[in-house]
Protein backbone atom coordinates (compact mmCIF):
# COMPACT_ATOMS: atom_id res chain seq x y z
CA UNK A 1 0.00 0.00 0.00
CA UNK A 2 1.18 3.44 -1.16
CA UNK A 3 0.20 6.83 -0.51
CA UNK A 4 0.93 9.45 -3.10
CA UNK A 5 0.71 13.03 -1.85
CA UNK A 6 0.73 16.19 -4.41
CA UNK A 7 -0.16 19.96 -4.81
CA UNK A 8 2.35 21.86 -2.66
CA UNK A 9 3.88 24.61 -3.79
CA UNK A 10 4.68 28.13 -3.21
CA UNK A 11 1.52 30.59 -2.62
CA UNK A 12 1.36 34.42 -1.54
CA UNK A 13 -0.95 35.11 1.77
CA UNK A 14 -4.80 34.85 0.96
CA UNK A 15 -4.33 32.66 -1.73
CA UNK A 16 -5.45 28.79 -2.59
CA UNK A 17 -4.35 25.83 -3.24
CA UNK A 18 -5.95 22.36 -3.37
CA UNK A 19 -3.58 18.94 -1.79
CA UNK A 20 -4.31 15.44 -3.14
CA UNK A 21 -3.55 12.18 -1.79
CA UNK A 22 -4.37 8.91 -3.38
CA UNK A 23 -3.79 5.35 -1.74
CA UNK A 24 -2.82 2.36 -3.74
CA UNK A 25 -2.01 -1.25 -3.82
CA UNK A 26 -4.09 -3.88 -2.15
CA UNK A 27 -6.82 -2.16 0.08
CA UNK A 28 -9.95 -3.93 1.07
CA UNK A 29 -11.08 -1.00 2.98
CA UNK A 30 -9.89 2.69 4.08
CA UNK A 31 -11.68 4.06 7.78
CA UNK A 32 -10.26 7.31 8.16
CA UNK A 33 -8.24 9.88 6.00
CA UNK A 34 -6.63 12.82 7.61
CA UNK A 35 -4.04 15.25 7.03
CA UNK A 36 -0.81 16.12 9.19
CA UNK A 37 1.20 19.45 9.14
CA UNK A 38 4.86 19.56 10.80
CA UNK A 39 7.66 22.14 10.52
CA UNK A 40 11.36 21.51 11.28
CA UNK A 41 11.98 21.15 15.56
CA UNK A 42 8.09 20.51 15.63
CA UNK A 43 5.81 18.14 16.34
CA UNK A 44 3.42 17.19 13.58
CA UNK A 45 -0.03 18.10 14.06
CA UNK A 46 -3.49 17.49 12.87
CA UNK A 47 -5.34 19.72 10.65
CA UNK A 48 -8.02 17.71 9.12
CA UNK A 49 -9.46 14.36 9.32
CA UNK A 50 -12.13 12.62 7.71
CA UNK A 51 -14.29 9.44 8.47
CA UNK A 52 -15.32 6.86 5.57
CA UNK A 53 -18.99 8.26 6.19
CA UNK A 54 -18.01 12.13 5.95
CA UNK A 55 -17.44 13.21 9.29
CA UNK A 56 -15.01 15.57 9.41
CA UNK A 57 -12.27 16.89 12.29
CA UNK A 58 -10.70 20.09 12.16
CA UNK A 59 -8.01 22.15 13.90
CA UNK A 60 -9.11 25.68 15.30
CA UNK A 61 -6.21 26.89 13.51
CA UNK A 62 -7.58 26.29 10.07
CA UNK A 63 -11.65 25.91 10.47
CA UNK A 64 -13.26 28.16 8.10
CA UNK A 65 -10.58 28.18 6.13
CA UNK A 66 -9.13 24.90 5.03
CA UNK A 67 -11.66 21.60 3.96
CA UNK A 68 -11.01 18.01 3.76
CA UNK A 69 -13.03 15.59 1.42
CA UNK A 70 -12.87 12.09 0.29
CA UNK A 71 -13.62 9.87 -3.12
CA UNK A 72 -13.98 6.66 -1.83
CA UNK A 73 -14.19 5.53 -5.27
CA UNK A 74 -10.92 6.79 -5.72
CA UNK A 75 -9.10 6.29 -2.43
CA UNK A 76 -8.13 9.59 -2.63
CA UNK A 77 -8.36 12.57 0.44
CA UNK A 78 -8.43 16.02 -0.53
CA UNK A 79 -7.46 19.03 1.29
CA UNK A 80 -9.06 22.36 -0.02
CA UNK A 81 -6.80 25.00 1.60
CA UNK A 82 -8.15 28.75 1.14
CA UNK A 83 -7.26 32.30 2.80
CA UNK A 84 -3.68 30.87 3.27
CA UNK A 85 -1.86 32.52 5.91
CA UNK A 86 1.94 32.43 6.44
CA UNK A 87 1.58 30.41 9.61
CA UNK A 88 0.24 27.32 7.19
CA UNK A 89 3.62 26.72 6.07
CA UNK A 90 4.47 23.13 6.82
CA UNK A 91 5.26 20.07 5.05
CA UNK A 92 1.81 18.39 4.65
CA UNK A 93 1.47 14.58 5.34
CA UNK A 94 -1.61 12.78 4.49
CA UNK A 95 -2.42 9.53 6.04
CA UNK A 96 -5.27 6.76 6.31
CA UNK A 97 -5.95 3.75 8.21
CA UNK A 98 -6.47 0.78 5.91
CA UNK A 99 -7.39 -2.83 5.74
CA UNK A 100 -6.22 -4.73 3.11
CA UNK A 101 -7.45 -8.08 3.68
CA UNK A 102 -10.64 -9.64 5.72
CA UNK A 103 -7.82 -11.51 7.78
CA UNK A 104 -5.55 -8.33 8.28
CA UNK A 105 -5.53 -5.63 11.04
CA UNK A 106 -6.02 -1.86 10.42
CA UNK A 107 -2.63 -0.24 10.04
CA UNK A 108 -1.82 3.46 9.35
CA UNK A 109 0.12 4.28 6.20
CA UNK A 110 1.75 8.08 5.88
CA UNK A 111 2.50 9.70 2.23
CA UNK A 112 5.76 11.24 1.93
CA UNK A 113 4.96 14.84 2.33
CA UNK A 114 4.54 17.47 0.27
CA UNK A 115 5.60 21.19 0.79
CA UNK A 116 3.21 24.28 1.67
CA UNK A 117 5.03 27.69 1.46
CA UNK A 118 2.82 30.76 1.87
CA UNK A 119 4.90 34.04 1.62
CA UNK A 120 4.74 36.97 -0.30
Known amino acids: VQLQASGGGLVQPGGSLRLSCAAS????????MGWYRQNPGKQRELVAS???????NYADSVKGRLTISRDNAKNTVYLQMNILKPDDTAVYYC???????????????WGQGTQVTVSS
Open 25 to 32: GSILSIRN
Open 50 to 56: ITAGGRT
Open 95 to 109: NAVIRRTWSDGEYVY
